[in-house]
């Protein structure tokens, strides 16, 4: 057996795995498991880097609103230069044959806008900036 500590969203549990050799192992007993304390803090996740953009570069903007997931743009409810309340919708985007409203996360003015409607977009695409 081989004893792993594994992270889930910053509480550590340690585990033991068994190796099986290519046959059918017999089953084990469940051992509870507690959280262990982490001896030194965690390092934090590194980002994924971020893809090159085909589209226009993102203006600079103090807060960017990304899209959650893959889809198409279905409609674009803001543009440069208009301000912006926290959870003011900015666009429409369909994924999964759902339409998903994007929010804004911060009260703003909208910098710039990156997408247009009918555009595909991946997760974490630039939709727009807020300053």
């Known amino acids: 057996m081989k004893k792993y500590n594994i992270t ?11 190796e099986a ?4 192992a017999a089953p084990v007993a ?4 507690a959280p ?13 880097p ?3 953009k085909a589209a226009a570069p993102a203006a600079s903007g103090a807060a960017k609103v990304t899209a959650p997931m893959p889809g198409t743009i279905l409609d674009v409810k803001v543009s440069a230069g208009q301000a912006v309340k926290k959870g003011d919708v900015v666009c429409v ?3 999964m044959k759902m339409e998903n409203e994007i929010p804004a ?8 806008v990156n997408v247009q409607k009918g555009a595909s977009v991946a ?3 630039v939709i727009c900036t807020l300053n």
């Open 21 to 24: 050799d290519g046959a059918v």
């Open 8 to 18: 889930v969203n910053g509480t550590t549990y340690e585990v033991l795995v068994e």
């Open 30 to 33: 469940p051992v509870a498991s």
């Open 123 to 125: 997760a974490n695409d």
């Open 50 to 52: 971020a893809a090159p």
């Open 105 to 112: 996360p911060q009260d703003g003015v909208v910098a710039s």
């Open 93 to 95: 985007l369909e994924a």
């Open 36 to 48: 262990v304390a982490a001896a030194a803090a965690a390092p934090a996740p590194k980002a994924a």
